[in-house]
C-alpha cells in the first residue's frame, strides 16, 4: 500500500468518525494538506533537542 492509498483511506476513516462530507472533487486539496502537515510535522520529529532545553519564558510577536 502506498502513502497515497494511506492517506485516501484515512481521509474516508475520519471523514466517516467525524460525520463530516467529503465531496470526492474535495479530495485532492485535502490530500494535499496533510501531505504538507505530515512533511512540517515530520520536520518538527526529527529535530535534535539537547536535555538541557527549556521553553522560552516569556512569547512575545
Not at 492517506?7 to 468518525?17: F, M, P, S, T
Not at 470526492?24 to 494538506?33: I, L
Request: charged content about 35%.
Amino acid at each position: 500500500m502506498t502513502e497515497k492509498d494511506s492517506l485516501d483511506d484515512y481521509i474516508d476513516a475520519a471523514a466517516q468518525l467525524l460525520r463530516l462530507p467529503v465531496k470526492d472533487a474535495w479530495k485532492p486539496a485535502v490530500r494535499a494538506n496533510l501531505e504538507v502537515s505530515m512533511r512540517l510535522a515530520r520536520m518538527v520529529d526529527e529535530f535534535e533537542f539537547s536535555d538541557e532545553a527549556e521553553p522560552a519564558s516569556v512569547f512575545t510577536a
